[in-house]
Nanobody, 115 residues
Framework: QQRLVESGGGLVQPGGSLRLSCAVS????????MGWYRQAPGKQRVWVAQ???????TYADSVKGRFTISRDDTKNTVYLQMNSLKFEDTAVYYC?????????WGQGTQVTVSL
């Protein structure tokens, strides 16, 4: 069973940046597409971005041009670089597989964008 440990969240002002990390174990990481998701207060969890095993990336329209997903297969880790953060980016951020590769969720990491 996979284990996901997200980190790197925090409090940041609008326009600021954060880099999230997700350490993955218990699954064959190198051949897995991985994604980032977020859940804002009172809302459902939604998909944010994903990266295939060969590095192709896709983003939700709400973060396109501001967020960058990447992966390091030597460290079994997926990253989310978040720039030009907005109030509406406030959420708990999670990583997981994509589609059929979706497994159990980690604890997430809180990102709060506030003055």
């Amino acid at each position: 069973q996979q284990r996901l440990v997200e980190s790197g969240g925090g409090l940041v002002q609008p326009g600021g940046s954060l880099r999230l990390s997700c350490a993955v174990s218990g699954r064959i990481f190198g051949t897995s597409a991985m994604g980032w998701y977020r859940q804002a207060p009172g809302k459902q969890r939604v998909w944010v971005a994903q990266i295939t095993s060969y590095g192709s990336t896709t983003y939700a329209d709400s973060v396109k041009g501001r967020f960058t997903i990447s992966r390091d297969d030597t460290k079994n880790t997926v990253y989310l670089q978040m720039n030009s953060l907005k109030f509406e980016d406030t959420a708990v951020y999670y990583c997981n597989g994509v589609g059929p590769g979706l497994g159990s969720w980690g604890q997430g990491t809180q990102v709060t964008v506030s003055l």
